[in-house]
């Protein structure tokens, strides 16, 4: 019976120290990357790290889903394999046994916070990228001139844009952009 903790910083340069300090823990996963990420590594780690018995302890509802639905998902999944969870600043725990109404209203209430502040999120980044651009400072990222000139190349000699994207390590809607300019 393991206590595990899962610790989550949207960036590089957050402190992940204060998230679980002084939790007594057997073993921490950490994250350093957005929750809106579907690429968590220590997450999917986690998850084939905990058996039934185990808590997994989660600093608050934030840190491990912006999604309402991941969030319902995971707790749900290790609730039926036996694992409880514990969000350590909402003083809110789930298991299989004995979740309680409130307890579930609310991981709903406070998930769909999150949910709505991610919203809230994405949608000033645009407004602050739209209005960059409308300036002329944001121009986005470079692109890779020298892949694209490779991708143009695959192309002409009739290769798949799935294969082109899986030989170059790049994504199929890259390949479909540089062929698309080519037209």
């Known amino acids: 019976m393991a206590k595990v903790g899962y610790v989550r910083v949207s960036s590089v340069q957050q402190n992940t120290d204060r998230q679980l ?17 579907t690429n968590r590594p220590a997450l999917e780690q986690l998850i084939e790290y905990v058996r039934s018995g185990d808590t997994v302890v989660v600093h608050s509802i934030d840190r491990l889903a912006r999604s309402i639905d991941d969030l319902r998902g995971m707790v749900k999944s290790w609730n039926n394999a036996g694992i409880t969870v514990q969000f350590i600043k909402e003083g809110l725990v789930f298991n299989a046994e004995d979740t309680s109404p409130i307890a579930e209203l609310m991981l709903n209430m406070l998930g769909s916070i999150a949910q709505f502040e991610k919203a809230l999120i994405n949608e000033r980044q645009a407004e602050g990228i739209a209005k960059a651009k409308s300036k002329g400072i944001y121009t986005g990222r470079k692109a890779n001139t020298a892949k694209h000139s490779d991708i143009k190349e695959l192309l002409v000699q009739g290769m798949s844009i799935r294969k082109i994207a899986a030989e170059l390590d790049c994504g199929v809607s890259t390949v479909q952009r540089v062929k698309k300019e080519m037209i």
């Open 21 to 37: 300090d002084n939790v007594e823990l057997d073993k921490v996963f950490t994250d350093k990357c957005s929750g809106g990420s």
